[in-house]
């Protein structure tokens, strides 16, 4: 292994040969040109290690993070509060340090943690089983419809408009060169999946159909009414969430999910640039052995105490390697964690009541905005935490002139979603946010209408 030691330029050469580029430059040429360094530091010469850092702490802190100011992004990734308990715990050398708890005599702690975390996603989800965790929402999405594939032996996923532009770009290139259709269902007026729509595009070659729920828009879907519909061949119905809404809405798994997905970033984790996420998947006991990853189990030692164990790991770096469900070679151990320790912290009455605040306070700002003259709200469904709005001027003038006062005004739609047009953005509250904080927020988009 030469990981530390300085390549010479014919192994470099070697290297861009193999992977078929000209020059080191290629490899990063998915990076923006705009986010690209030309040329060296413009740092002066001669300086000190000290002086070195505070040049570049100086670069970092014109950086203008979302918790600088009134935050009111979302779009998959959300400012919200983290109880201290969770980064005591998270602290603790016994965990952040541990790794892969494949010897369970010395991995009792971590396995119990794992454990806990299956039982609180599946008690959420309504599903039979969860498992130890994955990267992120989208790959688990990903997963849960390349495992619908392989239960059902189809090759078409049906898919909504409204689902999260970044979901979609992982499904895209997790089933890239394996043979899947992907189908796209429209919204209709109340930004919900089109019904109708969806019962055209399920035929017997559909594996799975994918809902979101709420969905990008924040609308809530009438799940009741769409299993029936997406399952009707034979499909698997595959529900992607978001984990405090089930305090307040019915779980997936009850209302007839095969696999229920999630991004478990609320569950106290910060937005950290858009990671560490959290992968939540669960499923009904039909699919347990396709789960991705690997699952905790309860057991006993000889002398009759309980004790955890790894009970299922079909994983590609396992003896058992050539019947690995997915290439998931490890899992976000710290992070379920996080979200474990924030439920334990929140219990369900704390959890119910997260939710109901949520609600109101985005039912509240709703209200508000859409009684600004120049504003509308386009879609008529039932909001969770986050909606969306279409304003007078353009999304980019109106997020420009509100950092420039403080403000983080929402996420523009205009690129994903080109039949919502320029003018609109997605508008997400948070715990965090008062009735000032929003009236503050309602008030100046009532002062940059024209």
């Known amino acids: 292994m030469r990981g530390h030691v300085p390549h010479t330029e014919d192994e470099i050469r070697a290297?861009?040969?193999?992977?078929?580029?000209?020059?080191?430059?290629?490899?990063?040429?998915?990076?923006?040109?705009?986010?690209r360094l030309r040329g060296e530091l413009d740092l002066a010469p001669g300086l000190s290690e000290h002086e070195v850092a505070r040049t570049l702490r100086a670069l970092a802190d014109r950086n203008a993070p979302a918790g600088m100011g009134l935050s009111f992004l979302g779009g998959g990734v959300y400012d919200r509060i983290t109880p201290a308990v969770v980064g005591a715990v998270l602290c603790r050398p016994e965990f952040y340090s541990a790794y892969?708890?494949?010897?369970?005599?010395?991995?009792?702690?971590?396995?119990?943690?794992?454990?806990?975390?299956?039982?609180?996603?599946?008690?959420?989800?309504?599903?039979?089983?969860?498992?130890?965790?994955?990267?992120?929402?989208?790959?688990?999405?990903?997963?849960?419809?390349?495992?619908?594939?392989?239960?059902?032996?189809?090759?078409?996923?049906?898919?909504?408009?409204?689902?999260?532009?970044?979901?979609?770009?992982?499904?895209?290139?997790?089933?890239?060169?394996?043979?899947?259709?992907?189908?796209?269902?429209?919204?209709?007026?109340?930004?919900?999946?089109?019904?109708?729509?969806?019962?055209?595009a399920?035929?017997?070659?559909?594996?799975?159909?994918?809902?979101?729920?709420?969905?990008?828009?924040?609308?809530?879907?009438?799940?009741?009414?769409?299993?029936?519909?997406?399952k009707a061949t034979g499909a698997l119905l595959c529900v992607h969430g978001e984990l405090t809404s089930l305090a307040l809405v019915e779980a997936p798994g009850r209302l007839?999910?095969?696999?229920?997905?999630?991004?478990?970033?609320?569950?106290?984790?910060?937005?950290?640039?858009?990671?560490?996420?959290?992968?939540?998947?669960?499923?009904?006991?039909?699919?347990?052995?396709?789960l991705p990853g690997r699952l905790a189990g309860a057991t006993a030692d000889a002398k009759g105490r309980?004790?955890?164990?790894?009970?299922?790991?079909?994983?590609?770096?396992?003896?058992?390697?050539?019947k690995a469900t997915s290439n998931i070679c490890t899992n976000q151990g710290l992070m379920a964690l996080a979200a474990t320790v924030y439920l334990a912290a929140l219990g369900e009455a704390g959890l119910a009541e997260l939710a109901g605040g949520l609600a109101s306070r985005a039912a509240?700002?709703?209200?508000?905005?859409a009684a600004l003259p120049g504003y509308r709200?386009?879609?008529?469904?039932?909001?969770?935490?986050?909606?969306?709005?279409?304003?007078?001027?353009?999304?980019?003038?109106?997020?420009?002139?509100?950092?420039?006062?403080?403000?983080?005004?929402?996420?523009?739609?205009g690129d994903d979603f080109p039949a919502l047009g320029d003018r609109s953005l997605l508008v997400c509250v948070s715990e965090k946010h008062t009735k000032a904080d929003l009236d503050r927020f309602a008030d100046f988009l009532g002062s940059v209408a024209p």
Not at 18 to 35: I, M, N, R, T, Y
Not at 257 to 266: K, L, M, Y
Not at 364 to 369: E, G, H, M, Q, V
């Open 364 to 369: 509240y700002l709703a209200d508000r905005i």
């Open 100 to 200: 892969t708890p494949y010897q369970p005599e010395v991995s009792q702690g971590t396995l119990q943690v794992i454990f806990e975390f299956q039982t609180l996603m599946a008690r959420l989800t309504g599903m039979d089983a969860a498992n130890a965790s994955l990267y992120d929402g989208a790959s688990a999405l990903a997963e849960a419809l390349l495992l619908a594939g392989s239960a059902t032996r189809r090759n078409k996923l049906v898919l909504p408009a409204s689902l999260q532009p970044a979901a979609r770009r992982v499904i895209e290139t997790y089933t890239a060169g394996q043979g899947y259709e992907l189908i796209t269902v429209p919204w209709n007026a109340r930004g919900e999946v089109d019904a109708a729509a969806l019962a055209d």
């Open 377 to 413: 709200l386009p879609f008529a469904g039932d909001i969770y935490q986050e909606f969306v709005v279409q304003a007078p001027v353009p999304a980019a003038d109106l997020l420009a002139t509100g950092r420039e006062r403080g403000l983080h005004a929402g996420l523009p739609l």
């Open 202 to 230: 399920v035929d017997g070659d559909t594996a799975a159909v994918a809902v979101q729920s709420p969905n990008h828009f924040g609308v809530v879907e009438d799940l009741a009414a769409l299993a029936p519909v997406a």
């Open 306 to 322: 309980a004790g955890y164990v790894l009970t299922l790991q079909t994983r590609e770096q396992h003896i058992r390697r050539e």
């Open 256 to 290: 007839g999910a095969d696999v229920v997905t999630a991004e478990g970033q609320t569950l106290g984790l910060p937005m950290s640039f858009g990671g560490p996420l959290l992968g939540v998947i669960g499923v009904n006991q039909a699919h347990l052995r396709r």
């Open 15 to 35: 290297m861009l040969g193999a992977v078929g580029v000209g020059a080191v430059a290629d490899l990063f040429a998915s990076v923006p040109e705009a986010c």
